[in-house]
C-alpha cells in the first residue's frame, strides 16, 4: 500500500470545522482514500472512504484532489467526541485480493472547550 | 447488530506464561483480522482470515504466535510465550467480502500487560 503523509497534531475548538490533510502523492489508481478514527481505549471507527470524486456522510466530508494526490476530511461543528487520532490509510478493494488496511501515526486531533 | 466481541477485556501475566484472546465478528462477516496496537503506535496487522484459510499472515511471528478460525466464524489468537515487548492492545475486526467497502468494524480490544 502507497505511504500517506499526516500531520502529527492539530488542535481545534467545539463548534468550529476543521480540516484534516493527508498527503498520498504515490497513489495507485485502484486504491481507495480511507478515513478511520480512534479514542482511547477503543478500537478504530470507520469514517468514510473514497476514490476519485468528494464525498459526505453524517461523520464527514471528504474533499479529494483532481490529481488525487492529496484529500482532506473535513469536519464541521466539532464537539469534544470529535476528539481522537484519525488516520488517512491507502487501501486497494479487489476481490479476491488482499485487502488488508495499513494504519500509520495519524493526526491527534485534540478539541477545546 | 451486535458489534465485534473480544474477551477478556485485559490481561496480565508474567514473561514466559501463555495466553489467548479469543474474537466474535459481525454475524455474516466472512473476513476476520487481527492487529496489534502497541502503546502510542497505530495498530499493525499480525493476521487475517477469509473463512477459515489464512490470506496474509505475514506479519505474525510464528515462533510464539498462533491464530486460528477454525468453522470460519470466532477465532483464537494465543501467544506461547509471552515477552514484555508483547505489551499492547490486541484488536479483532471483520469484514464482509463485497459489503460496503469492505468497511472493517473493530473490536474494544484486549490490553495486555507481561511484567
Known amino acids: 500500500d502507497a505511504k500517506t503523509t499526516q500531520p502529527d497534531s492539530m488542535e481545534s475548538t467545539e463548534g468550529e470545522t476543521v480540516h484534516l490533510p493527508c498527503s498520498h502523492a504515490?497513489?495507485?489508481?485502484?486504491?481507495?482514500i480511507y478515513w478511520y478514527r480512534q479514542v482511547p481505549l477503543q478500537g478504530p471507527e470507520y469514517v468514510t472512504h473514497g476514490l476519485q470524486q468528494n464525498t459526505t456522510n453524517s461523520m464527514a466530508f471528504l474533499a479529494i484532489a483532481s490529481d488525487r494526490k492529496s484529500s482532506t476530511l473535513i469536519l464541521t461543528h466539532v464537539s469534544l467526541r470529535d476528539a481522537a487520532v484519525y488516520h488517512c490509510i491507502l487501501r486497494v478493494v479487489a476481490t479476491g485480493g488482499n485487502n488488508k488496511l495499513t494504519f500509520g501515526q495519524g493526526t491527534v486531533l485534540s478539541v477545546i472547550p | 447488530e451486535a458489534g465485534v466481541t473480544q474477551s477478556p477485556r485485559y490481561a496480565v501475566l508474567q514473561e514466559g506464561q501463555a495466553v489467548s484472546f479469543w474474537c466474535d465478528p459481525i454475524?455474516?462477516?466472512?473476513?476476520l483480522y487481527w492487529y496489534q496496537q502497541p502503546r502510542d503506535q497505530g495498530p499493525q496487522l499480525l493476521v487475517y482470515f477469509r473463512d477459515e484459510a489464512v490470506i496474509d499472515n505475514s506479519q505474525l511471528p510464528s515462533d510464539r504466535f498462533s491464530a486460528v478460525r477454525p468453522k470460519g466464524t470466532n477465532s483464537t489468537l494465543k501467544i506461547q510465550s509471552a515477552k514484555q515487548g508483547d505489551t499492547a492492545t490486541y484488536l479483532c475486526a471483520s469484514s464482509r467480502l463485497g459489503g460496503c467497502a469492505e468497511t472493517l468494524y473493530f473490536g474494544s480490544g484486549t490490553r495486555l500487560t507481561v511484567l
Open positions: 454475524s455474516g462477516h466472512d473476513t
Open positions: 504515490t497513489i495507485s489508481g485502484n486504491e481507495y
